[in-house]
């Protein structure tokens, strides 16, 4: 995709789904349609506003089985289905006879969502690995046919399921899995848009900032060209920078569990540069300097072992400090993009001394992508996309913590 140019955006359409006909909604009364794919989210969401010049308020009407599908991209490579969650606000919006037009507003939530949150479940496992069980509930309670891309887990565990929904268990289990292929804890569980629709993705945070050959856009995103239809030219850009009270969890503690079994009190001390030397970073040097400090936390979490105790605050710890430097930019739409994959910004410096700014350049982790269709943008079809990246590259500043994982291009075009 490298110096490739952006085709045609405004090629999509939205189809309402009504007593299984299909609806096609004319572009030019669609107000506004989003929806938004994120990693630490475990569902996508959406919402479309657009005048109802079919009378579907009046000839539905909707009973809560309608569906949208948004087909989008270069020739339509992108179909995504919807189920109808909510119908909201409805106004009228002109009142001569004999007929008036109503402006609609729907929210919508991909399939797993009820699967997820409406049913209640009993079950039990014995010694087995979490990443098995969580295989169990997409085969039996969630019925979910999308492809499945998962990090296997290497430790087991004893589970009893009492009566919970599958996304109260799929929490509780993702604290407490710890990666195979990452060796650390930190799992997501998360739908986004690869292949033609949904891919429900299982993995750590470490496996995602690691992770070349999966996850990688090779295509190089930049401020400075002249073509703004370039699919890789920042439009717009804003950064959410580091916030001081969100080091109190971050500059370490204690935190202590109960075996059963043997009857003892468990601890676990933890430093915030324990949490930097076992995560992988984008970039040498941390975002923080040492700021390692016991005193701040004192938690009981009641883990019954002592790894499951390391692998619930690592997990707690690393999404924690991975949301603490968010970069927003705005790109033309492109439906090869979603959250999960890495990109590499080429960011300038305003030094005159160096070329490419020596903190913030290089490479990120999309944490979401809001895929924007309708009128009023320079584009029919754009995407904000929140980026994470938790080091920086090459700063003089020497109190920031050296990377002990490190996940940056010897041979970046971008450094």
């Not at 009046?58 to 809560?64: A, H, R, S, V």
């Not at 690869?194 to 992770?211: A, E, M, P, S, V």
Request: neutral net charge.
């Amino acid at each position: 995709m490298a110096g490739e140019l952006q085709q045609d955006t405004s090629i999509y359409n939205v189809q309402i789904i009504i007593n299984n006909k299909p609806i096609i909604l004319d572009n030019e009364n669609i107000v506004s349609c989003f929806f938004i794919e994120d990693i630490f989210k475990h569902c996508m969401m959406g919402k479309i506003v657009f005048n109802d010049v079919h009378g579907l308020f009046e000839f539905g009407p909707f009973t809560g089985n309608e569906q949208i599908i948004i087909t989008y991209g270069v020739g339509y490579d992108k179909n995504v289905i919807f189920d109808i969650w909510k119908v909201g606000k409805i106004t009228q919006t002109g009142t001569s006879e004999p007929a008036s037009t109503n402006m609609m507003e729907i929210q919508f939530v991909d399939p797993t969502f009820s699967s997820y949150t409406l049913r209640k479940y009993s079950r039990s496992w014995s010694d087995t690995t979490i990443t098995t069980i969580m295989k169990y509930f997409f085969d039996h309670m969630l019925n979910i046919t999308t492809p499945l891309n998962m990090e296997i887990s290497k430790n087991k565990i004893d589970f009893v399921m009492p009566y919970w929904t599958t996304l109260q268990s799929m929490k509780y289990l993702s604290r407490r899995a710890k990666g195979s292929e990452s060796n650390s804890s930190g799992y997501l569980v998360y739908n986004n848009t690869d292949n033609n629709g949904f891919t429900t993705n299982i993995h750590t945070l470490n496996y995602l900032f690691d992770d070349l050959g999966k996850t990688l856009d090779t295509s190089l995103y930049k401020f400075e060209s002249d073509n703004v239809s370039e699919i890789n030219k920042i439009l717009e850009l804003w950064i959410s920078g580091l916030d001081k009270t969100a080091t109190k969890g971050l500059k370490g503690g204690t935190w202590r569990g109960y075996d059963i079994s043997n009857k003892e009190l468990l601890n676990k001390s933890y430093t915030y540069t324990e949490g930097i030397q076992n995560s992988v970073l984008l970039g040498k040097k941390s975002l923080y300097p040492n700021i390692n400090d016991s005193r701040t936390a004192n938690i009981m979490l009641g883990e019954n072992s002592l790894e499951d105790l390391e692998n619930v605050l690592y997990n707690d710890w690393v999404k924690k400090y991975c949301r603490q430097n968010v970069i927003n930019i705005i790109v033309n739409g492109h439906e090869k993009r979603s959250a999960g994959k890495q990109i590499e910004i080429v960011w300038p410096s305003v030094s005159k001394s160096e070329k490419y700014n020596k903190g913030f350049g290089g490479r990120y982790l999309i944490k979401s992508i809001t895929h924007f269709f309708g009128r009023g943008r320079s584009s029919a079809y754009t995407q904000r996309m929140v980026l994470l990246k938790n080091a920086y590259n090459d700063l003089d500043l020497t109190s920031l913590v050296e990377a002990t994982k490190t996940n940056i291009y010897s041979n970046s075009i971008g450094r």
